[in-house]
């Protein structure tokens, strides 16, 4: 019996893991869920400059912009954001960042849809992921970065309004960063593990003390 569960305890070392998803997503709340209040603050989020919600940027919802050709709509998953989404002027050159750990840079990858208003360009560590010309505010086009482009430690993706009108200027991500799970220290494991086993050795020993 005793075997057995040192045995069992033994086969368990390394097989948990940290989680392998980030959701990098604009428009989130500090829980990760979708924001569905215009004017609100993105949790993760930031922006260059003094905003209404500085350091982070705010929430625009897209249907409340009086614009002849409108931005993609909101949601399911993401929300457009602004330094002064009240304003429909004077948003301007602005660079949106958010900040990331990652534990381990295997099999690290990021895959998403972004668009800006006006021209931009979209970075991860300095490396230039994407350029977006003039009217790409009506869809969300796809970007990915290789494991290359990632560090271990913290990684910063930004989203930079390189040329504006000043008028109606936000920006929208959508989408994350995988990466491979790093395994828990097998000695942590087992030392849980082993405290599992006296536990139930005790017990045993009890009960045939009790049966005796």
Same mark, same amino acid.
């Given at each position: 019996?005793?075997?057995?569960?040192?045995?069992?305890?033994?086969?368990?070392?390394?097989?948990?893991?940290?989680?392998?998803?980030?959701?990098?997503?604009?428009?989130?709340?500090?829980?990760?869920?979708?924001?569905?209040?215009?004017?609100?603050?993105?949790?993760?989020?930031?922006?260059?400059?003094?905003?209404?919600?500085?350091?982070?940027?705010?929430?625009?919802?897209?249907?409340?912009?009086?614009?002849?050709?409108?931005?993609?709509?909101?949601?399911?998953?993401?929300?457009?954001?602004? /330094?002064?989404?009240?304003?429909?002027?004077?948003?301007?050159?602005?660079?949106?960042?958010?900040?990331?750990?990652?534990?381990?840079?295997?099999?690290?990858?990021? &895959?998403?849809?972004?668009?800006?208003?006006?021209?931009?360009?979209?970075?991860? &560590?300095?490396?230039?992921?994407?350029?977006?010309?003039?009217?790409?505010?009506?869809?969300?086009?796809?970007?990915?970065?290789?494991?290359?482009?990632?560090?271990?430690?913290? &990684?910063?993706?930004?989203?930079?309004?390189?040329?504006?009108?000043?008028?109606?200027?936000?920006?929208?991500?959508?989408?994350?960063?995988?990466?491979?799970?790093?395994?828990?220290?097998?000695?942590?494991?087992?030392?849980?593990?082993?405290?599992?086993?006296?536990?139930?050795?005790? /017990?045993?020993?009890?009960?045939?003390?009790?049966?005796?």
């Amino acid at each position: 019996m005793i075997r057995h569960l040192l045995l069992l305890a033994v086969g368990i070392g390394g097989s948990l893991a940290f989680g392998d998803t980030i959701n990098l997503s604009t428009g989130l709340d500090a829980s990760g869920n979708l924001i569905t209040t215009d004017l609100a603050c993105d949790a993760h989020w930031t922006v260059d400059g003094i905003g209404a919600c500085s350091p982070n940027a705010q929430v625009v919802m897209s249907e409340d912009q009086d614009w002849s050709t409108p931005w993609v709509p909101d949601g399911p998953q993401s929300n457009w954001i602004a /330094r002064n989404a009240g304003q429909k002027y004077g948003n301007g050159f602005n660079t949106y960042s958010v900040q990331f750990f990652l534990p381990t840079t295997a099999g690290a990858s990021l &895959n998403g849809e972004w668009t800006i208003d006006d021209i931009g360009t979209i970075s991860l &560590n300095g490396h230039l992921l994407g350029f977006l010309p003039d009217v790409s505010w009506g869809s969300l086009f796809p970007v990915s970065a290789p494991a290359s482009d990632f560090v271990t430690g913290v &990684n910063t993706l930004s989203i930079s309004i390189t040329l504006s009108d000043i008028y109606l200027e936000g920006v929208r991500f959508q989408g994350g960063v995988s990466f491979t799970p790093v395994p828990e220290p097998p000695s942590r494991l087992l030392l849980l593990a082993g405290l599992g086993i006296m536990a139930i050795i005790v /017990r045993l020993r009890r009960s045939s003390r009790s049966a005796a």
